[in-house]
Nanobody, 116 residues
Framework: QVQLVESGGGLVQAGGSLRLSCAASGSIFRFNLMGWYRQAPGKQRELVATITTGGGTNYAVSVKGRFTISRGDARNTVYLQMNSLKPEDTAIYYC??????????WGQGTQVTVSS
């Protein structure tokens, strides 16, 4: 059974940095697309950033220039480096992974809280 395990969330002051990690276990196939989504209280889940196996990236306008998504050397790992964090970045961050044949998977989420 495929599982996505996130780590790296926490509490940070505005202007600070955090690095989120996500690793897939139990999979023998490669995810074509991996990414991060977030959901703030009372809001819908929204895309933060995605990255393809070829390294192509896509960012939400609100995080462009502050966040960087990357794939790890280990298969099916993805990172999100978050700099210059703002209180409005406070949310639960979810790892997402997609394979054209085997479907879509979500992590359990990790809380990021940015204090002003």
């Amino acid at each position: 059974q495929v599982q996505l395990v996130e780590s790296g969330g926490g509490l940070v002051q505005a202007g600070g940095s955090l690095r989120l990690s996500c690793a897939a276990s139990g999979s023998i196939f490669r995810f074509n697309l991996m990414g991060w989504y977030r959901q703030a209280p009372g809001k819908q889940r929204e895309l933060v950033a995605t990255i393809t196996t070829g390294g192509g990236t896509n960012y939400a306008v609100s995080v462009k220039g502050r966040f960087t998504i990357s794939r790890g050397d280990a298969r099916n790992t993805v990172y999100l480096q978050m700099n210059s964090l703002k209180p409005e970045d406070t949310a639960i961050y979810y790892c997402n992974a997609q394979n054209a044949v085997h479907g879509e998977y979500w992590g359990q989420g990790t809380q990021v809280t940015v204090s002003s």
